[in-house]
């Protein structure tokens, strides 16, 4: 039942996005503005002036509509891949493995399909992160009210276009460090235990953030610019004049924070969605 498989996404999702989101927000600092010497500085500046409460800014929001957008991406990857392997979950748990080309595309159409959900819900996150006082936003929902009462609803979706662009190939990316490295942490015949699955969630997110980061500075950079933050006519002219104002460096920026967080953060979220569709879809006994 493909709705079991998006009840999974979704609950897996909130566990890990709530284990990550005091990096997140360092990270975000970081790519938006340019006033941060680096990490250390970020932290002490934002403890300095908001408390512990600063790094847990825009938290709810994501925490209450994650279970969306993860659903739809473990939903739509699950379920595209049994159409193109022609298998199912069974078959595969049984040894019967997809290509590398099938786990490669369901990805990437995991990846389509969820942006256009999550590009609303990433910019109020990014929105209420960026600020370092609470002038503007109030909150999640007076956020959106003022985005779309200043910038109608097309505003909802500034930076869209860096946002697919970081996360269709990149959730290519995404599953298929996951499944080679369970497949190679676990012995012929057997189900993944869960050492094999924490280890294979948290390289498929390290992997995947490595090639996001650039993507997502950009990202960032354009949805600050309608809050207070620089104007940019798009993504190019944001690369452009990101680059030509900081160099080639500041398309790295949080990429030490997001491989940091990376890790333990899919780590949770792969192994809850494992054991949640292994109660879901309890193994199949022989009997004799």
């Not at 193109?84 to 493995?97: A, F, I, P, T, V």
Request: hydrophobic share 40%.
């Amino acid at each position: 039942m493909p709705l079991l498989e998006f009840l999974a996404g979704s609950i897996s999702g909130a566990l890990g996005l709530a284990v990550g989101h005091p990096v997140d927000t360092v990270k975000v600092r970081l790519q938006a503005h340019s006033a941060y010497k680096g990490i250390f500085h970020c932290i002490a500046k934002t403890y300095s002036a908001e408390g512990l409460h600063g790094f847990f800014k825009g938290m709810a929001f994501p925490v209450m509509t994650t279970g969306i957008n993860n659903s739809i991406v473990f939903g739509s990857y699950s379920n595209a891949l049994d159409y193109l392997s022609q298998s199912q979950r069974s078959d595969r748990n049984q040894g019967k493995e997809p290509s590398a080309a099938h786990v490669f595309a369901a990805g990437c159409f995991s990846g389509f399909v969820q942006v256009f959900v999550c590009a609303p819900i990433d910019l109020v996150k990014v929105r209420l992160q960026g600020q370092t006082t609470t002038a503007r936003y109030r909150g999640p929902v007076h956020c959106v009210a003022t985005i779309l009462k200043e910038e109608g609803p097309r505003g909802l979706f500034r930076g869209g276009m860096a946002l697919a662009m970081r996360d269709i190939p990149c959730y290519g990316l995404y599953f298929l460090p996951y499944e080679v490295t369970r497949k190679a942490l676990t012995e012929s015949g057997k189900e993944p235990g869960t050492f094999a699955i924490l280890m294979a969630g948290g390289v498929a997110g390290v992997v995947t953030w490595a090639f996001a980061t650039p993507m997502d500075v950009v990202k960032a950079r354009l949805q600050m610019s309608g809050a207070g933050g620089r104007e940019y006519s798009g993504v190019l002219h944001c690369m452009r004049v990101s680059f030509r104002e900081e160099g080639v460096r500041v398309f790295f920026k949080g990429l030490t924070l997001n491989s940091l967080r990376a890790f333990p953060v899919n780590a949770v979220t792969f192994l809850t969605y494992e054991s949640l569709m292994k109660l879901f879809y309890p193994p199949k006994r022989l009997h004799i």
